[in-house]
């Protein structure tokens, strides 16, 4: 089982960010995705869920409106795409496979981690 | 939103020593708790799941307890490999992570 996430990032501010996140080794349309955050120095951040079974996604409060979660299991991959991105947006962003297809749950294995730096 | 505090936020122990962790939620969660370890450069890994369960190829030096707002965390007899983070999270209401205790030398 593994999740191979795309290249680090730079961007500039006010941009939109797409970190992909392949999935191999098990049935991934009996899943869900979570995807997590480190800023520098900072703990561990949710920002949401979605289920490769129907497509449901569920979003931490802090990112509802400017973060879309998606999946295609034609390819197996996950996407996370979050928008109008400022420099606090800087961080290690993590998938997961969730081991719920319907909500939460918990998250194992987990990507490598996609570096973002955001800065003009 | 539920909040998770974790105690204490870093401790300095030795090898060989019990560590206990502790993760306070601020409203009833059941036991919808994990529990994961974190290095500096490497991905999360799962420990405990479901409060007490332990993942698959954890060491049993791991362990994990309680319900509804208090829960523990434990590690037997600290290994060199265990220097790292731990972060307890709530899945009760959409997920949350605690703050996480750095446990080093």
């Known amino acids: 089982v593994q999740l191979v996430q795309s290249g680090a990032e730079m961007m500039k501010p006010g941009a939109s960010l797409k970190v992909s996140c392949k999935a191999s080794?098990?049935?991934?349309?009996?899943?869900?995705v979570t995807w997590v955050r480190q800023a520098p120095g900072q703990g561990l951040e949710w920002m949401g869920w979605?289920?490769?079974?129907?497509?449901?996604?569920n979003y931490a409060p802090s990112f509802q409106g400017r973060l879309t979660l998606t999946t295609d299991t034609s390819t197996n991959t996950a996407y996370m795409e979050l928008r109008s991105l400022k420099p606090d947006d800087t961080a290690i962003y993590y998938c997961?496979?969730?081991?719920?297809?319907?909500?939460?749950?918990?998250?194992?294995?987990w990507g490598q981690g996609t570096l973002v730096t955001v800065s003009s | 939103d539920i909040q998770l505090t974790q105690s204490p936020s870093s401790l300095s122990a030795s090898v060989g020593d019990r560590v206990t962790i502790t993760c306070q939620a601020s409203?009833?969660?059941?036991?919808?708790l994990n529990w994961y370890q974190h290095k500096p450069g490497r991905a999360p890994k799962l420990l405990i799941y479901?409060?007490?369960l332990l993942q698959t190829g954890v060491p049993s030096r791991f362990s994990g307890g309680g319900s509804g707002t208090n829960f523990s965390f434990t590690i037997g007899s600290l290994q060199t490999d265990d220097f790292a983070t731990y972060y307890c999270?709530?899945?009760?209401?959409?997920?949350?992570f605690g703050p996480g205790t750095t446990v080093d030398i």
């Open positions: 999270q709530q899945y009760d209401t959409l997920a949350t």
């Open positions: 479901d409060a007490s």
């Open positions: 979605v289920s490769a079974y129907n497509g449901d996604a």
């Open positions: 997961a496979r969730d081991w719920n297809q319907y909500k939460e749950n918990w998250f194992d294995p």
């Open positions: 080794g098990y049935n991934f349309a009996m899943y869900g």
């Open positions: 409203q009833d969660i059941s036991n919808f």
